[in-house]
């Protein structure tokens, strides 16, 4: 079993990445969060005592500005957070990755295996939400965030509204992958549950559908929802994990 280490990590402009670290055998799983949501929710830490039951390295953090993290949310953008993670896997991880990213990291998992395609060995979406930023807002609220700045919407999962800043928004958009071929050749899985209120189900396919791998399957789950948190959607998770093939 590897120890856990954890602890922060500057990354070179005085903010400072809270992380939580296993050594173990690879390829290192690294998960990564969904909007607003940290390293401590239940898929990550199932994640983290499968990996510590079964000798397997693995990565957890925070974006800037979420849970330990530091940060300011009003700067916060996609751009900042793919890069919070790329910083975190270059400076506490070494060799292949497993990238696990639920939500809205599965949007930041396909771009980090673009930008370190010689280090990621495999991906697992949980309810993927790539490019939200366009199909996930009406007309209406594009434009509220675009005028005021800002929109801010009924949270389903906690007591305070989710919002959404123009800086987010608009790096959203500068980073959507939907619209052409997806150079990645990695195995890929995708999870997705056919209850999601969040991001509809049929993303996944078109996700599937436009990645230039092989290797890609996608399974549904007739009555999850977007959480994939029920005890036997968590038991899938660590099956998919563990079935990813060994990196050549």
């Known amino acids: 079993m590897g120890d856990l280490t954890a602890g922060h990590a500057d990354r070179g402009d005085g903010v400072r990445i809270a992380f939580a670290g296993r050594a173990g055998a690879g390829p290192t799983i690294v998960f990564l969060p969904g909007y607003l949501s940290d390293m401590t929710g239940g898929k990550a830490m199932a994640l983290d005592a499968w990996a510590a039951a079964n000798g397997r390295a693995m ?9 330990a993290s530091d940060g300011d949310f009003e700067t916060a953008t996609l751009t900042r957070w793919r890069d919070d993670a790329l910083f975190a896997i270059d400076s506490l991880t070494s060799g292949p990755l497993l990238l696990v990213g639920s939500s809205m990291g599965g949007w ?12 990621v060995a495999g991906l697992v979406g949980i309810a993927a939400a790539p490019d939200f930023t366009d199909w996930g807002y009406t007309q209406e609220q594009k434009m509220e965030i675009l005028s005021r700045g800002r929109v801010e919407e009924v949270s389903a999962y906690s007591d305070t509204p989710t919002v959404t800043t123009r800086a987010f928004w608009q790096s959203g958009e500068a980073h959507r992958l939907l619209q052409a071929e997806i150079a990645i050749d990695c195995p890929v899985r995708l999870l997705h549950g056919q209850a999601d209120a969040d991001v509809p189900w049929h993303h996944s396919l078109h996700l599937a559908d436009r990645l230039r791998s092989a290797d890609v399957q996608t399974v549904l789950i007739k009555q999850g929802d977007h959480r994939l948190s029920r005890p036997s959607d968590i038991a899938l998770l660590l099956d998919t994990v563990a079935a990813m093939p060994e990196p050549r």
Do not use: H, Q, T
């Open 108 to 119: 930041l998992m396909l771009l980090v295996a673009l930008a370190r395609p010689e280090r």
């Open 59 to 67: 990565l957890r953090f925070d974006y800037s500005a979420i849970g």
